[in-house]
């Protein structure tokens, strides 16, 4: 140590818990890029390219954190992300299942983004198992943990290289040698990555294998919960009692498909948090006088929350089937269906829903 510096960084250090620090570890880095950004935030004002990124930032981060990982920096539209900074033997698998996760979640937003704003969305993630240094940057408020190193870099490089290779989510083969079992390859490719003479092989990923699926969700560190066995159907624990209070309304992410709990001062409801035909959030519909159905925003078309039968169907549109202020939304009093209401139950202090 040569000056007062050198020894508020060196105090700094001995602070910080030990194998967190300043050491070089193995470790998953993942990168998500948001495809087109730029071309698409043009043509959007500054409130909506903020809205759109915490939208998507919103669910990323849920995926990653749900299984273990740790979101290092949102670097304009991308994510980067680490997995098995604390030593855990299943951090490439979850790695490769969070990255999944995050695709459907973008699925699931795609008709949303091209209803409001008439435009295609998606992303490109790629996934390096490597060595990198985890150490603390930074200083007062704007310190944090992060990963430097080559790893970081090739997994950056290999998340540009879906652009060229028109794929969405690429691992190394350092990656793919330590979980090949326990993935689905829909292809591989031979590549030189950005910046590099070498040239790689890089894998596309499709999906689990049922058996790691299996095996992840029985893991407690997954971030879900266990089912129960109740009535001839299999119940999963939502959400804490006390989140939902009387009077309000939440969302929850799941694997398939979005819930929308909505609690009033008698009933309790659960709901696929989607339009039936359009495929949008449910989230800002207001409930009708007497609370127990549903107004959707998009068509005004009334549903009982307790049958899930329509009441009304379409109110808000003109002759025409066209939104009187969202008219690019199309005719939308096609594809005529009913909502599916979902059984919701409060037992031990938490919300349950059968999603079987």
């Known amino acids: 140590m040569l000056d007062e510096a050198d020894l508020e960084i060196t105090n700094q250090l001995i602070r910080r818990p030990s194998g967190r620090v300043g050491i070089a570890k193995d470790v998953v880095v993942m990168f998500c890029d948001i495809r087109g950004f730029t071309a698409f935030s043009a043509s959007l004002s500054a409130y909506d390219v903020m809205f759109v990124l915490n939208r998507f930032f919103r669910q990323a981060g849920a995926s990653i954190e749900e299984l273990g990982g740790s979101i290092d920096n949102f670097i304009g539209d991308a994510v980067m992300a680490l997995f098995g900074i604390d030593g855990d033997p299943d951090a490439p698998v979850k790695a490769v299942a969070a990255a999944l996760r ?72 350092e990656l793919h040698a330590r979980i090949k079992d326990e993935i689905v390859v829909a292809d591989f490719i031979r590549t030189k990555l950005r910046g590099t003479s070498e040239r790689k092989t890089l894998y596309e990923v499709k999906a689990l294998t049922p058996a790691a699926n299996e095996r992840l969700s029985r893991n407690p560190n997954r971030g879900g919960a266990a089912t129960t066995r109740f009535g001839g159907q299999d119940w999963e624990p939502v959400l804490d009692e006390a989140e939902l209070p009387p009077g309000t309304r939440k969302g929850v992410e799941r694997d398939l498909f979005d819930i929308l709990l909505i609690r009033t001062e008698k009933d309790l409801f659960a709901l696929n948090n989607a339009c039936p035909h359009l495929n949008l959030p449910l989230n800002d519909s207001a409930l009708t006088e007497e609370q127990t159905g549903i107004v959707y925003r998009w068509h005004q078309s009334c549903f009982d929350l307790v049958s899930g039968r329509i009441r009304e169907w379409c109110a808000g549109l003109d002759e025409q089937g066209l939104s009187t202020t969202q008219p690019q939304l199309g005719r939308l009093h096609k594809n005529r269906r009913e909502m599916v209401p979902l059984p919701v139950r409060i037992a031990d202090g938490k919300i349950w829903v059968a999603l079987d």
Do not use: C, W
Request: hydrophobic share 40%.
């Open 102 to 173: 995050m695709l459907e979640g973008v699925d699931r937003l795609k008709p949303y983004m091209e209803a409001m704003y008439g435009q295609s969305f998606d992303v490109g993630i790629g996934l390096h198992y490597g060595e990198a240094v985890i150490g603390s940057l930074g200083t007062g408020k704007a310190e944090k943990l992060t990963a430097i190193g080559d790893t970081v870099n090739v997994a950056s490089r290999i998340e540009a290289a879906n652009k060229d290779s028109g794929t969405r989510l690429l691992i190394s083969e």
